[in-house]
């Protein structure tokens, strides 16, 4: 089982703090923190970005487009 799929499942199904599982895991609690987050939220900052409007250049225009 690897490391984020335990701690998915420790926290919600067994009910261990993110401490105790940082300590069983040896990670820091920072980490056990961002592996509890749901897996769409952990990269929403790259997609939310490009979700933006604004004045984008297009590959016509000499740009690239939005994040590519």
């Not at 997609?47 to 000499?62: E, F, L, N, R, S």
Request: charged fraction near 25%; aromatic fraction near 2%; charge should be positive.
């Amino acid at each position: 089982m690897s490391q984020w799929t335990e701690i998915r499942h420790l926290h919600p199904v067994e009910g261990v703090p993110k401490k105790e599982i940082a300590r069983r895991l040896q990670l820091d609690v920072k980490t056990v923190r961002r592996g509890r987050r749901p897996a769409d939220a952990a990269g929403a900052g790259v997609a939310a970005a490009c979700q933006q409007p604004g004045p984008v250049a297009g590959p016509d225009q000499g740009g690239s487009g939005c994040c590519g």
